[in-house]
């Protein structure tokens, strides 16, 4: 074997294809966040088909129709925003495809991980002002603030999927 093939075999194995796992690795990550990505998966077919439902009275719907959540929807309301937060949601993500491809779930097997906290909802409504001006936000406020009390205790229901 030539200097020129070890090269061009040195450069395959510790530049090209690294470069092409992580560039496949990064766009996943990116197209994770997206409402497409969580439809393509038929166990999300009945959440999926409530947030975009016209009648539906649920939080999600809601904010789909009135566009109070422009893109990524779902990547939106459930990636925590703390420090890791963004990755964390993404390896849930990848835990779902694993289980899609792997496991036997069907959609009433769906569940969180963890309790939903209220940062995913204060971190776009408690900045707004028909939030801080409504009487019932404001008595609560230290306990939605420490977590202490879900805003799911009062807005109901999140979603309304149809098994």
Known sequence: MTRTSKLILLFIFLVAIPGL???TGIHAFVQAESLSFCAS???M???IADLRNPDSHSLAALHFRNRFIPSDQCYTCHVDYDFLGPVEAKLDGMRHVEVYYFGHATP???RLYK???N???LHCHAQSAPFLQNQYHRAVMVQLLANQMPCMTCHQPIHTPEF
Do not use: E, L, Q, V
Request: glycine share 6%; hydrophobic share 35%; charged share 10%.
């Open 21 to 23: 796992a992580a560039f």
């Open 45 to 47: 077919t009945p959440w």
């Open 41 to 43: 998966c038929h166990t």
């Open 119 to 121: 940062g995913n909802c």
């Open 108 to 110: 009433k097997d769906i």
């Open 115 to 117: 309790p939903f906290p």
